[in-house]
């Protein structure tokens, strides 16, 4: 058994329970927030059979593709201590970022 932890953009989250539970998936939704842009993120945990793994990243991957987004929050430029750009960045946004861990051991009561 495997454990799944993907973390997603919070605009993916919800079509991609709702792809996961449809396909027969149980998973369970974190709020999250990253580091880059300090948006919302997602953490979601599943815990599937090892030959279910390709699987479900395969949905993940058709639900959770990566876009083009412009931000205008400051971000930090490279290389120099302190300073910042206050012009809109073009940024990629979105896709996954998928953890699978080994399970020893699964108890449901």
């Known amino acids: 058994m495997k454990l799944l932890i993907a973390v997603v953009q919070d605009e993916d ?3 991609l329970v709702s792809r996961l539970m449809t396909e027969g998936f149980s998973v369970t939704k974190l709020a999250t927030t990253g ?3 300090r948006s919302g993120n997602t953490t979601l945990l599943s815990g599937v059979e090892d030959g279910q ?3 479900v990243i395969d949905l993940i991957h ?3 593709s990566p ?3 412009i ?3 400051p971000s ?3 290389g120099m201590n302190g300073s910042y750009s206050h012009y809109p960045l073009e940024v990629t946004v979105g896709g996954a970022t998928v953890f ?3 399970v020893d051991q699964f108890v449901k009561v």
């Open 13 to 15: 989250a919800n079509r």
């Open 35 to 37: 580091g880059f842009l």
């Open 53 to 55: 793994v390709d699987t």
């Open 62 to 64: 058709q639900v959770c």
């Open 67 to 69: 876009r083009k987004q």
């Open 71 to 73: 931000s205008a929050a």
């Open 76 to 78: 930090p430029m490279g």
């Open 100 to 102: 699978v861990l080994s």
